[in-house]
């Protein structure tokens, strides 16, 4: 079979390799991913129910405390996950590590329940913010979390930290001041 040597069939070789290319985009390398062109931005409605998965999603991580669960506490953390703590807790490992004891003997001691949940605009990610309670139900704390949808559909937690309520003046016994 003879090839060609004029210099458009070539250049028309190229345009085509392109063309499928751009109709098919490539997977980025080592990530599994592909290239998207931006998608609209959703609806109040999606975000809203968005905003209402998360909200789930943390109720049911809180839970997860409260059933003395350390496994299924575990399957919430995305594995770059921060704790802000002192020191702070990076990665799934250093997460699980830091709280294994938290889940040891018949009670709990703390909770905490969602409060206020916001989903950005593309969808990706979530804060949610709400109020800790030591084992007497007296709320001792704030907690403020980041929410990561993931490639499997599931919202999980990448950033997480707690602050002391206090008594501010223009505040609620035990609410947080600004």
């Not at 060609?4 to 069939?9: F, R, T």
């Not at 975000?47 to 496994?71: G, K």
């Not at 206020?116 to 907690?143: D, Q």
Request: net charge neutral; hydrophobic share 45%; charged share 15%.
């Amino acid at each position: 079979m003879q090839r060609s040597s004029h210099p458009l069939v070539g250049l028309a070789l190229a345009c085509l390799v392109l063309l499928a290319l751009l109709a098919s985009p490539p997977s980025l390398a080592g990530h599994g991913t592909q290239l998207h062109r931006p998608l609209p931005p959703p609806t109040a409605q999606a975000l809203a129910a968005q905003a209402e998965e998360v909200r789930a999603t943390e109720a049911a991580f809180a839970h997860t405390m409260a059933a003395r669960d350390f496994a299924a506490f575990s399957a919430f953390i995305a594995p770059d996950a921060v704790f802000i703590d002192e020191p702070a807790l990076r990665g799934a490992e250093a997460v699980r590590a830091g709280w294994k004891s938290l889940f040891e003997g018949p009670k709990a001691a703390f909770s905490w329940e969602p409060g206020t949940v916001e989903v950005l605009g593309s969808g990706g990610l979530a804060m949610s913010y709400g109020p800790v309670f030591n084992a007497k139900g007296e709320r001792i704390s704030t907690f403020y979390s980041v929410w990561r949808r993931e490639r499997d559909g599931h919202w999980r937690i990448v950033f997480d930290h707690g602050c002391q309520s206090c008594k501010c003046a223009g505040t609620g016994a035990g609410e947080a001041g600004s």
